[in-house]
């Protein structure tokens, strides 16, 4: 069964960056979405972007991440800046509609 597979996580401090990578085969036509699960919480979507570009972001993040994508790699991506301790969490991407099973996400943790 066909799963993203998220990649680019790991330990930032305040104010940091990183970027996240999301590869889902036969993606490029979807509207694709990145969520992120803290713990004890639910998965909320943070960022989705339209096949043609279009992008809808949380209030929470705006300003501060861009979702992009390569449509011929099948590839979405998550450019985080200026993080802080509230975006810790595992994030995973999926498509918005007929979505794939589940993949194991990547954790990011923001903490000095």
């Known amino acids: 069964q066909v799963q993203p597979v998220e990649s680019g996580g790991g330990l930032v401090q305040p104010g940091g960056s990183l970027r996240l990578s999301c590869a889902l085969s036969?993606?490029?036509?979807?509207?694709m979405g990145w969520y992120r699960q803290a713990p004890g919480k639910q998965r909320e979507l943070v960022a989705r972007i339209g096949s043609g570009g279009d992008t809808y972001y949380v209030d929470s993040v705006k300003g501060r991440f861009t979702i992009s994508r390569n449509n011929a790699k099948n590839t979405v991506y998550l450019q985080m800046s200026s993080l802080k301790p509230e975006d810790t969490a595992v994030y995973h991407c999926?498509?918005?509609?007929?979505?794939?099973?589940w993949g194991q996400g990547t954790q990011v943790t923001v903490s000095s």
């Open positions: 036969g993606s490029s036509f979807s509207v």
């Open positions: 999926n498509r918005i509609y007929n979505q794939a099973s």
